[in-house]
């Protein structure tokens, strides 16, 4: 059975650091890229990061870049998203996907609420 299982968010305040993490089990993790995107209230899905397999190559939203990163981990099967510099603006759903040619998987999503 596929599995995304996405971890780590909570309630953080302005200005704070969290890191998601996204274990997979079920597929050839390592030959797939990762993806986080997240869905704010009200808000249609959000691409955040993508990481290719392999982890030579990521690339950020403009409205992360600087301030999150993320990494691959492919002995552990897990996707980290480091979230620094964290903003009222990043409060969402965050959710994990795998993506190699026609396969597509998602997470359930971890929240996540920046609020003082």
């Known amino acids: 059975e596929v599995q995304l299982v996405e971890s780590g968010g909570g309630l953080v305040q302005p200005g704070g650091s969290l890191r998601l993490s996204c274990a997979a089990s079920?597929?050839?993790?390592?030959?797939?890229?990762m993806t986080w995107v997240r869905q704010a209230p009200g808000k249609g899905p959000e691409w955040v990061a993508s990481?290719?397999?392999?982890?030579?190559?990521?690339y950020y939203a403009d409205s992360v870049k600087g301030r999150f990163s993320i990494s691959r981990d492919d002995a552990r099967d897990i996707v980290y998203l480091e979230m620094n510099s964290l903003k009222a603006e990043d409060t969402a759903v965050y959710y994990c996907?795998?993506?190699?040619?026609?396969?597509?998987?998602w997470g359930q999503g971890t929240q996540v609420t920046v609020s003082s």
């Open positions: 996907n795998a993506n190699y040619r026609h396969r597509d998987y």
């Open positions: 079920g597929f050839s993790f390592k030959y797939y890229d």
């Open positions: 990481i290719n397999e392999g982890g030579e190559s990521s």
